[in-house]
T-cell receptor, first 120, second 114 residues
Framework: GAVVSQHPSWVICKSGTSVKIECRSL??????MFWYRQFPKQSLMLMAT?????????EQGVEKDKFLINHASLTLSTLTVTSAHPEDSSFYIC????????????????FGEGSRLTVL | AQSVTQPDIHITVSEGASLELRCNYS??????LFWYVQSPGQGLQLLLK??????LVQGIKGFEAEFKRSQSSFNLRKPSVHWSDAAEYFC????????????FGQGTELSVKP
């Protein structure tokens, strides 16, 4: 099946620094990628939808300037947490949706393994 | 409002016993329904999905789920649980018009007793 890779798997940073998380589709071209955030023992909350070559669409309540999303190619989307603070510590998961062939246009997503961010 | 409810936060079953995890949804459009499993510290793995057709869906690892439109439910079942099934299970709903955007339930943590 399709593979989505996230990097890094975990990162620890100091408060005030910025952290970049990558999401790559390894064996298919992802026209759309989604970024989710998961707090401990909680469900996944959609943060934003990232479309290749255009600006991301953020969900209500998500700060665009805080969580910068770039989808520069059909296989890579990045999430940058700017000026990170302890409350940004979380598990960030991306998912990717392919093009119009196969089953990926019918809502099926492939998820990355997630990136755990800890801000000290 | 669109939502997914998993009424059971935590379930414990004995190994070899049957399992049913509940999922109810509220969704305006024709729903696509999914069950995902997450092991601690890991990403999500798709167990099964329902788009249309036969309302009883077979998935991986011996799981199945039944879509009941009248009850707005998509419960996950397994006839005999294995210790390796212990994990967090998420029900999710989306639609073609939403282009892959999913709404997730709160999750059900499954523990398996030896």
């Amino acid at each position: 099946g399709a593979v989505v890779s996230q990097h890094p798997s975990w990162v620890i940073c100091k408060s005030g620094t910025s952290v970049k998380i990558e999401c790559r589709s390894l064996d298919f071209q992802a026209t759309t990628m989604f970024w989710y955030r998961q707090f401990p023992k909680q469900s996944l909350m959609l943060m934003a939808t990232s479309n290749e070559g255009s600006k991301a669409t953020y969900e209500q309540g998500v700060e665009k300037d805080k969580f910068l999303i770039n989808h520069a190619s059909l296989t890579l989307s990045t999430l940058t947490v700017t000026s990170a603070h302890p409350e940004d510590s979380s598990f960030y998961i991306c998912s990717a949706k392919g093009g119009t062939s196969g089953t990926l246009n019918t809502g099926e997503l492939f998820f990355g393994e997630g990136s755990r961010l800890t801000v000290l | 409002a669109q939502s997914v409810t998993q009424p059971d936060i935590h379930i414990t079953v004995s190994e070899g016993a049957s399992l049913e995890l509940r999922c109810n949804y509220s969704y305006g459009a024709t729903p696509y329904l999914f069950w995902y499993v997450q092991s601690p510290g890991q990403g999500l793995q798709l167990l099964l999905k329902y788009f249309s057709g036969d309302t009883l869906v077979q998935g991986i690892k011996g799981f199945e789920a039944e879509f009941k439109r009248s009850q707005s439910s998509f419960n996950l079942r397994k006839p005999s649980v294995h210790w390796s099934d212990a994990a967090e299970y998420f029900c999710a709903v989306g639609s073609y018009n939403q282009g892959g955007k999913l709404i997730f339930g709160q999750g059900t943590e499954l523990s398996v007793k030896p």
